[in-house]
């Protein structure tokens, strides 16, 4: 069908749609001018309008305007657009309209009769095209000089973008198309279109990009909008993006190269290009962030952008010399980026970005380096900061019960409570990553984390442990409570048992009896002795601690006892196991004199015993203070102090309490997912299982070897094995290193470090049971320099 003289036959055409029967950006637009765009308008939409040319590089649009003020965008695709492409387009939209309805994408217009979306029409010149009518979004291109949050907007909108078409699929998406940084190889041919003085540097620049399609195929990718540049943003003045429009280069890639085009298109216009950069990955993570290895590519990719630009533009200069102007529009700026990149390394350019994404701190963390030792030395003071092992571990990665070193070796990690759920946990990062993302302050401000996390804890509690304290450690938890029993009791006196350890803060090294130098004894504190087996191997009762904490408090004079301290585990004497009766009359005791009780779970809390979440509570007693700490947060710095609210409120009458990071929304995110996972996974019973198996094991191994291992002890999944110094060991510390050998991380404890501890992540499971096994087994069939025994 052919128009009249007057203007063009539209309507739907009779005979196929139109057929691509060139390269999209070789075929000339479609020759259509306002009046032709103004009668198809009316005749396939019923929408009469005055109509205007936009500007298009290979489509032909006008804006067309009601008389009630209505505004919509005739867009009319070029005859080599493929029908299936178009029909992506329009489903890509339908599909971002309906997964981000919050998105200011433009909205299909339907034709009445048939409630297409395209149309096929046909111009002058007889070729035929798809014809779509799409709303008016609000604002105008971009301001130049840009304004001062555009970057930031720019790639907080792109990131959306690309989330809202997640999960979009199209069999039209696997198209290629030149303007694909990925694929910038296809356009070498048109380097002979350059300047002569240009050529030999893109030639440069296409070299080192040939890489490119095996750097990207593994990293994620779905259809994407894939042109998020200024030509297709609209923004207010201020910079806030109101509109992302024209989703003509739409194709599957990776999600990067979507993020390289709009940040290119950034960097052409942008006055400082490092400091938009930096914003505009702040506002792009702030919705989608990157894995490393995308981070890694940004800036090969924005090159490849930038050569991909200069060079279509050179190429289709000559071919559409009536369009040159809109063409070229973008060389000046591309140029300009061009040179600044020439001097940067790909390695340099490749940090640069990863440093702004935040992607390089752990990365470089994993490399092994020759002088990290003395260099620890030199700044962190030497033997104030010691290190465990004669030959220090440079540990670089956790999973689960394991830890990796720099060197690739694989350790079993039979040391470590604090990732009480294990190393690098998923879930625990995750919540943290995000809380992180959305929100950290200080508990100044009203936060449903920290609330939460105090009513969880209190629900584990017996009653009248009703009032939660957050801070960042088990000392400074400690370090309140002594504070609190101070103020409650008006005395000034504590008693702890022999070798114990409560932290590292004034007070609570003082109660910390095994760092006391020789004969040393701070005047406030005084000690008893801790619940070891008697003489006839049974454990001490409730006589042996009256006894011994009467002798304590008389010791304290004058000064009155405001608080008794325990772990619950006694690990630092040597992982002890008290009586029933023997913990009753500690704190029958305390408060007899006057004193508040303080239950210390941090090494001995969160299932760690086995029986409860709380090793006090197997005893049956009710503290005054119970304080976690190291397993709380799985490796992030959170503690806390449980108390009774009259202590808190006798303290608050004469002083306050707060911690700038103390219960902060992050710390509560892990705090919270660590008791989900504790849970869940039903540790404490795990521990239980685990430990008896752990221990009877060690018994086997202690039989055969008698001169070397004495006697196991533990509850749950913790363990003290007592080592004797013979003249084929050197004690535990030896035994250690040993271990340490054979792929197994412990350490030491009790007086003289006579015991090995054994306190692994509450993950383990039997099979890890038996490589520790293995492991010990082995490092007892050796002598002092690593020779077998007769």
């Given at each position: 069908?052919?128009?009249?003289?007057?203007?063009?036959?539209?309507?739907?055409?009779?005979?196929?749609?139109?057929?691509?029967?060139?390269?999209?950006?070789?075929?000339?637009?479609?020759?259509?001018?306002?009046?032709?765009?103004?009668?198809?308008?009316?005749?396939?939409?019923?929408?009469?309008?005055?109509?205007?040319?936009?500007?298009?590089?290979?489509?032909?649009?006008?804006?067309?305007?009601?008389?009630?003020?209505?505004?919509?965008?005739?867009?009319?695709?070029?005859?080599?657009?493929?029908?299936?492409?178009?029909?992506?387009?329009?489903?890509?939209?339908?599909?971002?309209?309906?997964?981000?309805?919050?998105?200011?994408?433009?909205?299909?217009?339907?034709?009445?009769?048939?409630?297409?979306?395209?149309?096929?029409?046909?111009?002058?010149?007889?070729?035929?095209?798809?014809?779509?009518?799409?709303?008016?979004?609000?604002?105008?291109?971009?301001?130049?000089?840009?304004?001062?949050?555009?970057?930031?907007?720019?790639?907080?909108?792109?990131?959306?973008?690309?989330?809202?078409?997640?999960?979009?699929?199209?069999?039209?998406?696997?198209?290629?198309?030149?303007?694909?940084?990925?694929?910038?190889?296809?356009?070498?041919?048109?380097?002979?279109?350059?300047?002569?003085?240009?050529?030999?540097?893109?030639?440069?620049?296409?070299?080192?990009?040939?890489?490119?399609?095996?750097?990207?195929?593994?990293?994620?990718?779905?259809?994407?909008?894939?042109?998020?540049?200024?030509?297709?943003?609209?923004?207010?003045?201020?910079?806030?993006?109101?509109?992302?429009?024209?989703?003509?280069?739409?194709?599957?890639?990776?999600?990067?190269?979507?993020?390289?085009?709009?940040?290119?298109?950034?960097?052409?216009?942008?006055?400082?290009?490092?400091?938009?950069?930096?914003?505009?990955?702040?506002?792009?993570?702030?919705?989608?962030?990157?894995?490393?290895?995308?981070?890694?590519?940004?800036?090969?990719?924005v090159l490849a952008r930038l050569v991909a630009t200069v060079l279509i533009s050179a190429w289709r200069s000559d071919l559409h010399t009536d369009n040159v102007a809109y063409v070229s529009e973008n060389d000046e700026g591309s140029w300009r980026m061009l040179d600044r990149l020439t001097g940067i390394s790909p390695e340099d350019l490749s940090l640069r970005f990863q440093r702004m994404c935040g992607t390089s701190?752990?990365?470089?963390?994993?490399?092994?380096?020759?002088?990290?030792?003395?260099?620890?030395?030199?700044?962190?003071?030497?033997?104030?900061?010691?290190?465990?092992?004669?030959?220090?571990?440079?540990?670089?990665?956790?999973?689960?019960?394991?830890?990796?070193?720099?060197?690739?070796?694989?350790?079993?990690?039979?040391?470590?409570?604090?990732?009480?759920?294990?190393?690098?946990?998923?879930?625990?990062?995750?919540?943290?990553?995000?809380?992180?993302?959305?929100?950290?302050?200080?508990?100044?401000?009203?936060?449903?984390?920290?609330?939460?996390?105090?009513?969880?804890?209190?629900?584990?509690?017996?009653?009248?442990?009703?009032?939660?304290?957050?801070?960042?450690?088990?000392?400074?938890?400690?370090?309140?409570?002594?504070?609190?029993?101070?103020?409650?009791?008006?005395?000034?006196?504590?008693?702890?048992?022999?070798?114990?350890?409560?932290?590292?803060?004034?007070?609570?090294?003082?109660?910390?009896?095994?760092?006391?130098?020789?004969?040393?004894?701070?005047?406030?504190?005084?000690?008893?002795?801790?619940?070891?087996?008697?003489?006839?191997?049974?454990?001490?009762?409730?006589?042996?601690?009256?006894?011994?904490?009467?002798?304590?408090?008389?010791?304290?004079?004058?000064?009155?006892?405001?608080?008794?301290?325990?772990?619950?585990?006694?690990?630092?004497?040597?992982?002890?196991?008290?009586?029933?009766?023997?913990?009753?009359?500690?704190?029958?005791?305390?408060?007899?004199?006057?004193?508040?009780?303080?239950?210390?779970?941090?090494?001995?809390?969160?299932?760690?015993?086995?029986?409860?979440?709380?090793?006090?509570?197997?005893?049956?007693?009710?503290?005054?203070?119970?304080?976690?700490?190291?397993?709380?947060?799985?490796?992030?710095?959170?503690?806390?102090?449980?108390?009774?609210?009259?202590?808190?409120?006798?303290?608050?009458?004469?002083?306050?309490?707060?911690?700038?990071?103390?219960?902060?929304?992050?710390?509560?995110?892990?705090?919270?997912?660590?008791?989900?996972?504790?849970?869940?996974?039903?540790?404490?019973?795990?521990?239980?299982?685990?430990?008896?198996?752990?221990?009877?094991?060690?018994?086997?191994?202690?039989?055969?070897?008698?001169?070397?291992?004495?006697?196991?002890?533990?509850?749950?999944?913790?363990?003290?094995?007592?080592?004797?110094?013979?003249?084929?060991?050197?004690?535990?510390?030896?035994?250690?290193?040993?271990?340490?050998?054979?792929?197994?991380?412990?350490?030491?404890?009790?007086?003289?470090?006579?015991?090995?501890?054994?306190?692994?992540?509450?993950?383990?499971?039997?099979?890890?049971?038996?490589?520790?096994?293995?492991?010990?087994?082995?490092?007892?069939?050796?002598?002092?320099?690593?020779?077998?025994?007769?």
């Open positions: 069908m052919t128009g009249p003289q007057t203007g063009p036959q539209t309507g739907p055409v009779t005979g196929p749609a139109p057929q691509p029967s060139a390269t999209i950006l070789v075929e000339p637009a479609p020759a259509v001018d306002e009046d032709w765009a103004r009668d198809a308008l009316l005749a396939e939409f019923g929408i009469e309008a005055t109509v205007s040319p936009l500007v298009s590089e290979r489509d032909r649009n006008f804006l067309a305007r009601t008389a009630d003020g209505d505004a919509f965008v005739v867009k009319v695709s070029n005859s080599a657009e493929d029908p299936d492409v178009v029909t992506m387009e329009n489903d890509a939209m339908q599909h971002v309209a309906t997964t981000a309805p919050d998105l200011p994408v433009p909205r299909l217009l339907a034709r009445p009769s048939d409630q297409a979306t395209a149309v096929v029409v046909e111009a002058p010149d007889e070729r035929r095209h798809l014809m779509r009518v799409v709303t008016v979004l609000p604002g105008a291109s971009v301001a130049h000089p840009l304004p001062a949050r555009f970057a930031a907007e720019l790639g907080a909108s792109c990131a959306r973008l690309a989330n809202a078409l997640r999960g979009f699929f199209h069999p039209a998406a696997g198209r290629k198309i030149e303007w694909d940084p990925r694929r910038i190889a296809m356009l070498r041919p048109h380097v002979s279109a350059l300047h002569p003085e240009r050529r030999q540097q893109i030639t440069r620049f296409l070299d080192r990009l040939d890489g490119l399609p095996g750097l990207t195929e593994s990293l994620p990718g779905w259809p994407l909008h894939a042109d998020v540049t200024l030509s297709n943003v609209l923004a207010s003045p201020d910079g806030t993006v109101t509109g992302l429009i024209d989703f003509g280069d739409l194709h599957h890639t990776a999600r990067v190269c979507d993020l390289a085009i709009a940040l290119a298109s950034l960097l052409r216009e942008a006055e400082d290009p490092w400091t938009a950069s930096a914003e505009f990955l702040t506002g792009y993570q702030r919705h989608a962030p990157l894995e490393p290895a995308e981070a890694k590519v940004i800036g090969e990719l701190r752990v990365a470089a963390a994993q490399r092994s380096s020759s002088g990290l030792l003395e260099r620890r030395r030199s700044r962190l003071g030497g033997r104030l900061s010691p290190l465990f092992y004669r030959e220090p571990l440079h540990v670089v990665r956790g999973d689960g019960p394991w830890l990796t070193t720099a060197d690739g070796r694989r350790y079993l990690d039979a040391y470590n409570n604090v990732p009480v759920v294990g190393h690098a946990h998923p879930a625990v990062a995750q919540a943290m990553a995000r809380q992180m993302a959305t929100l950290n302050v200080h508990s100044r401000y009203l936060h449903e984390n920290v609330v939460e996390l105090a009513e969880r804890i209190v629900a584990t509690m017996p009653p009248g442990l009703d009032t939660c304290v957050f801070v960042n450690s088990g000392s400074e938890a400690n370090d309140l409570a002594w504070r609190m029993a101070t103020e409650y009791t008006g005395h000034r006196g504590a008693i702890v048992s022999d070798w114990a350890y409560h932290g590292v803060t004034e007070p609570t090294a003082a109660m910390s009896s095994n760092t006391w130098p020789e004969g040393h004894r701070p005047d406030h504190v005084a000690t008893f002795a801790s619940p070891y087996a008697l003489a006839e191997g049974t454990a001490p009762g409730a006589a042996e601690a009256a006894a011994r904490m009467a002798v304590a408090v008389e010791d304290l004079g004058h000064r009155g006892l405001a608080m008794t301290a325990i772990d619950s585990m006694f690990v630092s004497p040597g992982v002890l196991e008290p009586s029933d009766d023997f913990v009753a009359e500690l704190v029958a005791h305390t408060r007899r004199a006057g004193g508040l009780f303080l239950a210390d779970e941090v090494q001995a809390g969160y299932g760690r015993g086995g029986t409860n979440l709380w090793r006090f509570a197997d005893f049956g007693v009710l503290p005054d203070f119970v304080t976690l700490g190291k397993p709380m947060g799985n490796g992030h710095p959170i503690a806390a102090l449980v108390t009774r609210r009259e202590i808190a409120d006798r303290f608050t009458q004469v002083d306050e309490y707060f911690s700038t990071f103390g219960g902060n929304p992050v710390s509560c995110a892990a705090a919270l997912t660590v008791l989900d996972i504790i849970e869940e996974g039903r540790l404490p019973a795990r521990a239980t299982e685990v430990g008896a198996h752990l221990r009877r094991g060690v018994e086997t191994l202690a039989d055969r070897h008698p001169d070397l291992v004495g006697e196991v002890r533990g509850h749950g999944l913790i363990a003290g094995i007592d080592v004797r110094d013979t003249e084929h060991s050197r004690g535990a510390a030896w035994l250690a290193e040993r271990m340490r050998e054979n792929g197994v991380l412990v350490s030491t404890t009790g007086r003289g470090d006579g015991v090995l501890k054994v306190r692994p992540p509450l993950v383990w499971d039997l099979g890890h049971v038996a490589v520790f096994l293995e492991a010990l087994d082995r490092a007892l069939n050796r002598g002092p320099e690593g020779a077998a025994y007769p």
